[in-house]
Each structure stands twice: as structure tokens, then as C-alpha cells.
């Protein structure tokens, strides 16, 4: 099987040469793994994103969040809604502005978090451990570029 075919012979065609399919077929291992990994803790890529942010940015705005995981708005609330009936995040009017709430993890939010991060480091250490330091900084560097995100 050369590199431009698949299993069984199937041949990729241009495909194989598109780095954003070979982008997606990482995304979807990473997933996959991902939520391997966090499945017990009923808590999905995104979840475990907005929980990062706001343990990182206490009184971080709805908004703020929204734009920094890039969901709209009621997607938001459904999630938000989720973390907080489980006592994990908290919403509370902004002090400058009471039409802004404001996000704020809770003592079992951070306690949850503190297990989850140890769970997504195995889980990078993982898939990313055999990359030697440099590869995987450059692989940081590129998709960091890509997405058009600053560190």
C-alpha cells in the first residue's frame, strides 16, 4: 500500500495530499480519546474548554467565553446550564454591568477540573509522548499559526 492509499488499497486521490483532511482525521482521533478519556466524568471537549477558561479568567462574561470556544449564544446557555446544575460554574450579575453575567467556578467545579486536567495530561502525553520536545513544540507553533490564535 502506498502512501496516497488507504485500507484495503482504497486510494485517497487528492486527499491525501490536503492537509486539512489529514487535520480532520487527527481531530477525530484526538476526540475520540478525548472523550474516552472524560467519559466517566460526563464532561465533553467543550465542557472541559469552558471549565479551563473560567477556573483561568474568574468573572469571565458569558460572551467572553462564547467568542473564546466559539459558540453562539444559546448553545452557550445550554452548556452553562449543564455545568450549573451540576454545581460546577456559577452566574452572577456583573458589578459594572447587570445585564453581563459573570462566571465563576464553584469549590466542586474546581475540585472536578483539578482531576479532569490530570486525565487530559495522560491523555496528550498519550497520543503526543513519542513526538520528540521540538516536534511537538513546532507542531504547537504550526497549528497555533493555523488557527490564527496567539499563545
Same mark, same amino acid.
Given at each position: ?24 482525521? /487527527?481531530?477525530? /482521533? ?24 473560567? #477556573? ?11 467568542? =473564546? ?7 452557550? @446557555? ?16 456583573? =458589578? ?14 474546581? !475540585?472536578?477540573? =483539578? ?8 491523555? #496528550?502525553?498519550?497520543?503526543?509522548? !513519542?513526538?520528540?520536545? =521540538? ?10 499559526? @493555523?488557527?490564527?490564535?496567539? !499563545?
Amino acid at each position: 500500500m502506498t502512501a496516497g492509499q488507504g485500507k484495503k488499497g482504497l486510494s485517497l486521490g487528492l486527499l491525501d495530499g490536503l492537509i486539512g483532511f489529514r487535520l480532520r482525521l /487527527a481531530q477525530i /482521533a484526538l476526540f475520540d480519546d478525548f472523550e474516552r478519556t472524560l467519559r466517566p466524568f460526563d464532561i465533553t471537549p467543550t465542557r472541559f474548554g469552558a471549565l479551563v477558561l473560567i #477556573e483561568a479568567n474568574p468573572g469571565l462574561s458569558q460572551m467572553q467565553l462564547a467568542r =473564546a470556544i466559539r459558540l453562539d449564544r444559546s448553545t452557550l @446557555v445550554t452548556l452553562l446550564d449543564h455545568l450549573e446544575g451540576r454545581s460546577l460554574v456559577q452566574r452572577h450579575p456583573s =458589578a459594572s454591568d447587570k445585564r453581563t453575567n459573570e462566571l465563576v467556578l464553584t469549590g466542586e467545579g474546581r !475540585k472536578l477540573l =483539578a482531576r479532569l486536567k490530570r486525565r487530559v495530561l495522560e491523555h #496528550e502525553k498519550r497520543l503526543f509522548g !513519542k513526538l520528540p520536545e =521540538a516536534e511537538r513544540l513546532e507542531l504547537m507553533r504550526l497549528l497555533t499559526a @493555523v488557527s490564527g490564535r496567539k !499563545k
